[in-house]
C-alpha cells in the first residue's frame, strides 16, 4: 500500500462548479499535511497546510483535515480554467525526525470552460 | 528573488557519463531535499539534509550521491548514468512549514 494515495484523475468539472480532490494516507503518526499545485512542466507550489483535524479556509480553497479516517481533501469553490493543473498531497510524521515530505502521485484536475 | 536556484534546467547524458545537479538557496533554511519526479509516480525522495554537514538517504538514493557543501547549497551527482534516471529532478528546501522548490532539471539518459 502506498503511504500517500490520490485518484490520478482526470477530474473534470465546469466553470464555477465546486472542485473536490481527496487523499488518504496510511501512515496514522502523520502530522502535517499539505497541498501543492503543479501547472504541467512548472515545479510544485503550496497552496495550503493543515495540522489540525477540521476546516482550513484560505480564499476559494479549504483543506480538510480527518485524523481518525486519516483522509485530507482539498475544495476548490468557483472553479476556474486557470485552475486546472495537477493537485498534489504530501503528509510529513515530525517524530521520525525528519523533515521530509511524502507525496501522492497527484490528481490532475481539468476546468471545463 | 529570493527562493531556489537550479543548473542546469535540461540535460541529456550518455549511459555511464556523470553528472553534477546544482542546488542552492538564498532562504537560510537549515533543510534541503531532492526528489525526482517520474510520470504516474509522484514526487520520490532520493536524499535530504537536514543541516549543513548532514545527509540521509531517502526513498530511492541508489546510483546518486549528495553533498551538503554549505547551508546554501546541496548538490546531486550521478557519477553513472543510467537510462533509468530519466526524470525530472526537483530541489527543495524548507524551515517549518512546506516546501520552496526549484524550477527543476530535466534529465535524459540515452
Known amino acids: 500500500q502506498k503511504e500517500v494515495e490520490q485518484n490520478s484523475g482526470p477530474l473534470s468539472v465546469p466553470e464555477g462548479a465546486i472542485a473536490s480532490l481527496n487523499c488518504t494516507y496510511s501512515?496514522?503518526?502523520?502530522?502535517?499535511f499539505f497541498w501543492y499545485r503543479q501547472y504541467s512542466g512548472k515545479s510544485p507550489e503550496l497552496i495550503m497546510s493543515?495540522?489540525?483535524?477540521g476546516d482550513k479556509e484560505d480564499g476559494r480553497f479549504t483543506a480538510q483535515l480527518n485524523k481518525a479516517s486519516q483522509y485530507v481533501s482539498l475544495l476548490i469553490r468557483d472553479s476556474q480554467p486557470s485552475d486546472s493543473a495537477t493537485y498534489l498531497c504530501?503528509?510529513?510524521?515530525?517524530?521520525?525526525?525528519?523533515?521530509?515530505?511524502?507525496f501522492g502521485s497527484g490528481t490532475r484536475l481539468q476546468v471545463q470552460p | 528573488n529570493a527562493g531556489v536556484t537550479q543548473t542546469p534546467k535540461f540535460q541529456v547524458l550518455k549511459t555511464g557519463q556523470s553528472m553534477t545537479l546544482q542546488c542552492a538557496q538564498d532562504?537560510?533554511?537549515?533543510?534541503m531535499y531532492w526528489y525526482r519526479q517520474d510520470p504516474g509516480m509522484g514526487l520520490r525522495l532520493i536524499y535530504y539534509?537536514?543541516?549543513?554537514?548532514?545527509?540521509d538517504k531517502g526513498e530511492v538514493p541508489n546510483g546518486y550521491n549528495v553533498s551538503r557543501l554549505n547551508k546554501r547549497e546541496f548538490s546531486l551527482r550521478l557519477e553513472s548514468a543510467a537510462p533509468s534516471q530519466t526524470s525530472v529532478y526537483f530541489c527543495?528546501?524548507?524551515?517549518?512549514?512546506?516546501?520552496?522548490f526549484g524550477s527543476g532539471t530535466r534529465l535524459t539518459v540515452v
Open positions: 532562504m537560510n533554511h537549515n533543510s
Open positions: 493543515i495540522y489540525s483535524n
Open positions: 527543495a528546501s524548507s524551515e517549518a512549514s512546506g516546501y520552496t
Open positions: 504530501a503528509v510529513r510524521n515530525t517524530d521520525t525526525g525528519r523533515r521530509a515530505l511524502t
Open positions: 539534509s537536514a543541516s549543513e554537514g548532514t545527509t
Open positions: 501512515d496514522r503518526v502523520s502530522q502535517s
